[in-house]
C-alpha cells in the first residue's frame, strides 16, 4: 500500500483503477453492474477482484436475490483513501509536467 498522496503500484493497472474509481461512487454494486461497467469478463473481474481484496482494498459481499445468488462489491476505507492519494499523485505529476514543459517554452521564446 502506498503512503496517502503517491502512486499505488497496484493501482497503476487501468483495469483495477477503473474498477476502484467505479466503486468509489457506488456503496455496493452488484458484480454484474461492475462487470459491464468496466467491460470484462466474470473471470477477468473476478481474478481483479480478488487481487485488491488480498490488498484490503474492495470488500466482497455474497448472498442471495430469491433463489439467485450475486456477489456485490464495495470500496473499503483503505481503498478510497489510496484512490485519493493515488489520484493526487497523478494530478501532481501532471501539474509538475506542466510547469517544466511551459518554463522550457518560455527559455526556447
Excluded: C
Aim: proline letters at 2%; zero cysteines; charged letters at 25%.
Amino acid at each position: 500500500m502506498a503512503e496517502q498522496g503517491e502512486l499505488d503500484q497496484a493501482l497503476l493497472d487501468p483495469t483495477r483503477l477503473s474498477i476502484v474509481s467505479l466503486l468509489a461512487a457506488t456503496h455496493w454494486a452488484e458484480f454484474g453492474y461492475v462487470r459491464e461497467s468496466v467491460r470484462l469478463s466474470d473471470s477477468a473481474l473476478s481474478k481483479q477482484v480478488s487481487s485488491l481484496e488480498k490488498l484490503g482494498y474492495v470488500e466482497v459481499d455474497k448472498g442471495y436475490v430469491g433463489k439467485r445468488p450475486r456477489t456485490w462489491l464495495n470500496l473499503s476505507r483503505a481503498g478510497r483513501e489510496v484512490l485519493t492519494g493515488h489520484i493526487a499523485a497523478l494530478q501532481r505529476i501532471a501539474a509538475d509536467a506542466g510547469e517544466t514543459g511551459a518554463r522550457h517554452q518560455r527559455q526556447a521564446d
